[in-house]
């Protein structure tokens, strides 16, 4: 009677049924190794899940958030999952240009896909982003560039005998409380005014456009012929009368403010008038040059044009507008999308 339970309890545990083990992966998939990584896109992010557009990889912009997806597989070109990446950057004079907002790292999913959020933290320029497979010698690297975000300009102006002065959206013109620059018809002595372009992180603006006009001149409807070549080969220029103003410069036009008293007395040393000259970063107004077209500038590498106000011979008041192409989206209060220069 005692051997019973014992023979039912051994049989018991001999037909049991076991635990399956695990199944042993193929020789085939535990051979397969990460064999390249790919930069699938970049894509605008304004927060975390909140996408805008695909960018160039040229096209990158300072100060703004982005997804970057890369895909990896394997040595046959198959996707591969659980594949750690890690990411890094590097630019010119080791300035760190882009930030991992999210990590930088990120694991491959089923798809192959492996997701990682960058933020570019301000500067403009080249950057080299990196990518590494984990436990291998995978390494690969693309050329990024970042550019300054024009949404967000700066202007600053330095005026000869004015001041410094800057001005970014949302602000009022500054040059016409800071007073009026006066211009010497006794001496031939040109004023230079510089205009620099930047965006918010102080990133310059080149290639752009900066015209000069008078108060009854506007750039859509310029004078005619002002400072252009005429037909006999000579420049045309638009002052009133016999200025002496160099040949090639555009002339400005005078204001009628009431520079003449009662007495028909001119004032005494204030010219009318003046030519808009380009001068140069190093040289300044020393040897100044008529522009290409009348009173238009072209911002060189480091965001800056110099223009040199020469004086006419005639006296007068007069205004003189400079515009930043496409930065002043609305007319201040003098009714011009320009900078109101008066002298």
């Known amino acids: 009677m005692k051997c019973i339970p014992r023979l039912l309890f051994a049989g018991l545990l001999f037909t049991g049924c076991p635990e399956p083990l695990p199944e042993l992966l193929s020789q085939e998939e535990s051979e397969r190794q990460p064999g390249e990584i ?10 975390i899940g909140d996408l805008g557009e695909s960018v160039p990889f040229d096209a990158l912009v300072a100060g703004r958030g982005y997804l970057v997806s890369f895909t990896v ?5 198959a996707v591969l999952e659980n594949v750690e990446l890690s990411l890094s950057s590097v630019s010119e004079g ?3 240009l882009i930030s991992f907002a999210t990590g930088a790292r990120c694991s491959s999913n089923e798809i192959g ?8 933290t301000g500067g403009a320029g080249s950057v080299k982003l990196m990518a590494a497979a984990a436990g291998t010698s995978l390494y690969r690297s693309w050329n990024l560039s970042i550019g300054a975000q024009i949404q967000q300009p700066r202007v600053r102006l330095n005026v000869e005998g004015v001041g410094n002065l800057s001005w970014q959206p949302g ?15 006794d001496q031939a002595q040109p004023a230079a005014l510089t205009v620099r372009l930047e965006d918010a992180f102080g990133n310059p603006l080149p290639g752009r456009r900066v015209q000069l006009y008078s108060a009854d001149v506007t750039p859509e409807q310029p004078a005619p012929d002002a400072g252009a070549v005429g037909e006999d080969g000579g420049v045309a220029d638009i002052g009133s009368g016999d200025t002496g103003i160099a040949d090639g410069g555009a002339d400005v036009g005078a204001a009628d403010t009431g520079s003449l008293d009662g007495g028909a007395q001119e004032s005494p040393s204030t010219a009318q ?4 000259l380009l001068g140069s970063g190093a040289d300044g107004c020393s040897e100044a040059q008529p522009p290409e077209s009348p009173g238009l500038g072209i911002t060189d590498d480091q965001g800056g044009i110099s223009f040199c106000l020469q004086p006419g011979v005639e006296r007068g008041d007069w205004s003189l507008y400079i515009e930043p192409e496409g930065l002043i989206l609305a007319p201040f209060g003098h ?9």
């Open 273 to 276: 008038a003046p030519t808009i």
């Open 171 to 185: 602000e009022q013109d500054p040059l016409p409380l800071a007073g009026m620059l006066t211009l010497s018809a």
């Open 94 to 96: 080791f300035e760190q």
């Open 113 to 120: 896909l492996c997701e990682t959020y960058l933020y570019t």
């Open 335 to 343: 009714g011009e999308a320009a900078f109101q220069l008066n002298g």
């Open 73 to 77: 597989q394997d040595t046959t070109g």
């Open 38 to 47: 790919l930069l699938d896109r970049i894509v605008e992010a304004r927060d």
